[in-house]
């Protein structure tokens, strides 16, 4: 069973960039279609961004659209968050979440098999 460790949140000003980092160990990420998702308190978690296990697709939500890019270092079995133009409705606690299913758009939560415990996002205005 792979195990997704996230890194690299904290505060930010809004218009600043963040890196997120999603190492994971257990398991090979090559193997798993990847994606990031986020949460604010009282809300339901949200679809971000996502990869496939090639890196040659990607997919993101509306609202992050030319602002947030995913990749992936197969090598380095990890999986990254750029994040730039950052907003204060970006603030949420975002989640690493890796599917054994086979490459396409996923988007909600339950197509996900492993998750991270999350890394805090917060984006003053």
């Known amino acids: 069973q792979v195990r997704l460790v996230e890194s690299g949140g904290g505060l930010v000003q809004a218009g600043g960039s963040l890196r997120l980092s999603c190492a994971a160990s257990g398991g090979t990420v090559s193997r798993y279609f990847m994606g990031w998702f986020r949460q604010v308190p009282g809300k339901e978690r949200e679809f971000v961004v996502a990869?496939?296990?090639?890196?040659?697709?990607?997919y993101s939500a509306d609202s992050v659209k030319g602002r947030f890019t995913i990749s992936r270092d197969n090598a380095k079995n990890t999986v990254y968050l750029q994040m730039n133009s950052l907003k204060p409705e970006d603030t949420a606690v975002y989640y690493c979440?890796?599917?054994?299913?086979?490459?396409?758009?996923?988007?909600?939560?339950?197509?996900?098999?492993?998750w991270g415990q999350g890394t805090q996002v917060t984006v003053s205005s």
């Open positions: 990869i496939s296990r090639s890196g040659g697709n990607t």
């Open positions: 979440a890796a599917s054994r299913g086979v490459d396409y758009g996923r988007f909600a939560r339950y197509e996900y098999d492993y």
